[in-house]
């Protein structure tokens, strides 16, 4: 059953949506989407966001907290207590980064986004990384 989804005989479709949204079943590796039809929700000021450390605004456990990147709340991972996961089904809020590995996910997609390679994303991603590592981040060639 686990390796249907990862069968190497399945062709790759041409569709954008399909192609971006790969999953490896057997590794657990994720390719991460580069487009989202969300990114409108993205708050206006993402250049002052919370800090790494700042704990969930909810239960105020200090580890695995995700910043909503409509409102900027920071919310605590379904590992913990789901409150950023509750945030988004009260509120719609569907982009959240992670401050544990600065991850962005798509709620509403399903899916990882490309903090890199979106550029609505880019500036988000960029405080994070200098907030969570005190240096500018390194990019990759896309």
């Given at each position: 059953m686990a390796n249907e989804a990862s069968s190497s005989s399945v062709p790759i479709e041409e569709d954008e949506e399909l192609s971006l949204h790969l999953y490896e079943?057997?590794?657990g590796w994720v390719e991460a989407r580069?487009?989202?039809d969300h990114l409108a929700s993205l708050s206006s000021d993402l250049a002052h966001i919370p800090t790494p450390d700042t704990p969930c605004s909810r239960c105020h456990h200090?580890?695995?907290n995700w910043l909503?990147?409509?409102?900027?709340?920071v919310l605590c991972s379904r590992f913990i207590n789901k409150h950023m996961l509750e945030?988004?089904?009260q509120r719609n809020h569907c982009l959240a980064l992670s401050?544990?590995?600065?991850?962005v996910w798509c709620f509403s997609c399903d899916a990882y986004l490309d903090a890199q390679v979106i550029l609505p994303l880019r500036?988000?991603?960029e405080t994070?990384?200098?907030l969570k590592f005190g240096e500018a981040p390194p990019f990759r060639n896309s």
């Open positions: 079943s057997e590794s580069t487009r989202c200090p580890d695995e909503c990147l409509c409102c900027k709340d945030h988004y089904q401050y544990s590995d600065l991850s500036p988000v991603y994070a990384y200098i």
